[in-house]
Nanobody, 117 residues
Framework: QVQLVESGGGLVQAGGSLRLSCAAS????????MGWYRQAPGKQRDLVAS????????NYADSVKGRFTISRDNAKNTVYLQMNSLKPEDTAVYYC??????????WGQGTQVTVSS
């Protein structure tokens, strides 16, 4: 089992920045990929960014490329999402996700990000 605790959401004006954090605990040795998804009201949950344990493979949704940066600190078992140049369309609940080497998914509780125009 892996437990995830997210922090860092909030309300920001368009053009502003936020940083999300997600700390993992439990069976951390089993973690392969950590990432962030988001879900806006009435829409499906979509991948925002993900990163492997080694940091050697990073993936971004086209809509956030150049604005968001994902990183991880393996010593702290934490993944971060730095979000710059935020837009109203970035408004959503952001969920931390972990995929284990056995392809099991774990989810955080979600954190609200609201970008006002």
């Amino acid at each position: 089992q892996v437990q995830l605790v997210e922090s860092g959401g909030g309300l920001v004006q368009a053009g502003g920045s936020l940083r999300l954090s997600c700390a993992a605990s439990g069976s951390i040795f089993s973690i392969n990929v950590m990432g962030w998804y988001r879900q806006a009201p009435g829409k499906q949950r979509d991948l925002v960014a993900s990163i492997t344990t080694s940091g050697g493979w990073i993936n971004y949704a086209d809509s956030v490329k150049g604005r968001f940066t994902i990183s991880r600190d393996n010593a702290k078992n934490t993944v971060y999402l730095q979000m710059n140049s935020l837009k109203p369309e970035d408004t959503a609940v952001y969920y931390c996700n972990v995929k284990t080497f056995r392809m099991t998914n774990y989810w955080g509780q979600g954190t609200q990000v609201t970008v006002s125009s």
